[in-house]
């Protein structure tokens, strides 16, 4: 059996403030050329469809678009809920696809797996929603971390799967022990370190689909995240786009190839002295691309972004970096709240800031959680 593996495509994402709608389709169509050449028998797609929770009209077209040219080569395909989806949502959708669609997005049907059988048998795919565990202690009494509720759900895939038998695919969407994150990128999903999943918790299937990282890695033979398929960040700028191929024989998973995906528009980060920025010759290749400039000039540049627009129209972020900073000059407030991976990083550099130094302490962290944790309830149930 041929497996095509991707994950995050975020549709409706923007680009410091551009559209990426046309861009990502492109890449989408290449991605549904590339099933069919290859004869994929199954697409999995790791999580964040969407971008958001509530998408724009032009989101749910594109998906349906690519959802249905995917089954049209005779694929199946299977689609999970991430953090940023409403799986609510897009699981309203599910009902509306076609045979050959399935998306999974209710975590009390994860013991129900998407069964398609080759020469060597059935394959059990059990796609595993993106879990919050503010939401499932109802059900999972005690479970705090997405270590936890990881933890419960594959213990229900192994012992659906011990009854059917066959080979595995579980289809999830978290941090994974040795995962190396884009910094200020993928929305945190952990608090403290507490919620990085080991990958012990993975044990006992064939093949594990990860999604929320969005750079191409390995953390071991059978467990991949394949990343995103566009470029969302400045800091993915060097990471390659594509999706994992996977063909699993009678024993397992026999072979893992790198299927690459177009770069729409490259994305390049300038470094110097603003003037050479603006003129230097140096810099002639990175007039078509994505521009990042960081320049470092000992005071800031009078109006910079128009006028490295001038040279670079696609020029969509400029930083003042000073190479020679004041004596005793530390990290400012405004650094430290760019800095921050979560809500409670924000608070954390809040209270710091107006308390001489002085952080969140123990017993604030712990209400800071069960608040961030209710208003999670709020928002889902809203």
């Not at 941090?175 to 993975?202: C, K, M, N, W, Y």
């Not at 467990?223 to 191929?245: I, N, Q, T």
């Not at 109006?303 to 190479?323: G, I, S, T």
């Not at 130094?357 to 961030?372: H, I, M, P, S």
């Given at each position: 059996?041929?497996?095509?593996?991707?994950?995050?495509?975020?549709?409706?994402?923007?680009?410091?403030?551009?559209?990426?709608?046309?861009?990502?389709?492109?890449?989408?169509?290449?991605?549904?050329?590339?099933?069919?050449?290859?004869?994929?028998?199954?697409?999995v797609?790791?999580?964040?469809?969407f971008?958001?929770?509530?998408?724009?009209?032009?989101?749910?077209?594109?998906?349906?678009?690519?959802?249905?040219?995917?089954?049209?080569?005779?694929?199946?395909?299977?689609?999970?809920?991430?953090n940023?989806?409403?799986?609510?949502?897009?699981?309203?959708?599910?009902?509306?696809?076609?045979?050959?669609?399935?998306?999974?997005?209710?975590?009390?049907?994860?013991?129900?797996?998407?069964?398609?059988?080759?020469?060597?048998?059935?394959v059990?795919?059990?796609?595993?929603?993106?879990?919050?565990?503010?939401?499932?202690?109802?059900?999972?009494?005690?479970?705090?971390?997405?270590?936890?509720?990881?933890?419960?759900?594959?213990?229900?895939?192994?012992?659906?799967?011990?009854?059917?038998?066959?080979r595995?695919?579980?289809?999830?969407?978290?941090f994974?022990?040795?995962?190396?994150?884009?910094?200020?990128?993928?929305?945190?999903?952990?608090?403290?370190?507490?919620?990085?999943?080991?990958?012990?918790?993975?044990?006992?299937?064939?093949?594990?689909?990860?999604?929320?990282?969005?750079?191409?890695?390995?953390?071991?033979?059978?467990?991949?995240?394949a990343?995103?398929?566009?470029?969302?960040?400045?800091?993915e700028?060097?990471?390659?786009?594509?999706?994992?191929?996977?063909?699993?024989d009678?024993?397992g998973?026999a072979?893992?190839?790198?299927?690459?995906?177009?770069?729409?528009?490259?994305?390049?980060?300038?470094?110097?002295?603003?003037?050479?920025?603006?003129?230097?010759?140096?810099?002639?290749?990175?007039?078509?691309?994505?521009?990042?400039?960081?320049?470092?000039?000992?005071?800031?540049?009078?109006?910079?972004?128009?006028?490295?627009?001038?040279?670079?129209?696609?020029?969509?972020?400029?930083?003042?970096?000073?190479?020679?900073?004041?004596?005793?000059?530390?990290?400012?407030?405004a650094?430290r709240?760019?800095?921050?991976?979560?809500?409670?990083?924000?608070?954390?550099?809040?209270?710091?800031?107006?308390?001489?130094?002085?952080?969140?302490t123990?017993?604030?962290?712990?209400?800071?959680?069960?608040?961030l944790?209710?208003?999670?309830?709020?928002?889902?149930?809203?």
């Amino acid at each position: 059996m041929r497996i095509l593996h991707t994950s995050d495509w975020h549709i409706g994402r923007t680009f410091h403030g551009h559209a990426t709608l046309d861009a990502l389709r492109g890449v989408l169509e290449t991605l549904t050329a590339q099933v069919r050449e290859n004869e994929v028998d199954v697409v999995v797609v790791a999580g964040d469809v969407f971008d958001s929770a509530t998408p724009a009209a032009a989101c749910y077209t594109l998906l349906s678009d690519t959802l249905r040219a995917l089954a049209d080569t005779g694929a199946q395909v299977i689609v999970t809920s991430g953090n940023h989806d409403s799986a609510a949502r897009l699981g309203f959708q599910a009902g509306l696809l076609r045979d050959g669609i399935h998306v999974l997005t209710d975590p009390s049907r994860i013991g129900d797996p998407v069964t398609v059988s080759d020469a060597f048998g059935p394959v059990q795919f059990y796609g595993i929603p993106f879990l919050e565990p503010a939401l499932l202690r109802a059900q999972w009494p005690g479970v705090r971390s997405q270590a936890e509720v990881l933890g419960r759900a594959m213990d229900i895939v192994r012992g659906d799967l011990a009854v059917r038998g066959g080979r595995s695919v579980a289809i999830a969407h978290c941090f994974a022990a040795g995962v190396e994150p884009t910094p200020h990128l993928e929305r945190d999903i952990q608090q403290g370190g507490l919620d990085v999943v080991p990958l012990s918790v993975f044990e006992g299937v064939d093949y594990v689909a990860l999604g929320h990282i969005h750079g191409r890695q390995q953390l071991a033979p059978r467990v991949r995240y394949a990343g995103a398929p566009l470029h969302y960040s400045f800091g993915e700028g060097d990471k390659p786009r594509g999706s994992w191929l996977i063909d699993l024989d009678a024993e397992g998973v026999a072979d893992a190839t790198w299927l690459a995906l177009p770069v729409p528009r490259r994305l390049v980060t300038l470094r110097g002295p603003f003037e050479d920025l603006l003129t230097g010759a140096a810099h002639a290749d990175a007039e078509d691309a994505w521009v990042c400039v960081e320049y470092t000039d000992a005071l800031p540049a009078r109006d910079p972004l128009r006028r490295l627009q001038e040279r670079f129209p696609h020029c969509a972020k400029v930083v003042h970096v000073p190479e020679v900073l004041a004596a005793g000059d530390v990290r400012s407030y405004a650094q430290r709240v760019r800095a921050a991976r979560s809500d409670a990083e924000l608070v954390d550099a809040f209270l710091s800031h107006v308390r001489d130094g002085q952080g969140t302490t123990d017993a604030e962290r712990e209400l800071l959680r069960d608040v961030l944790d209710e208003r999670v309830r709020a928002e889902a149930l809203a």
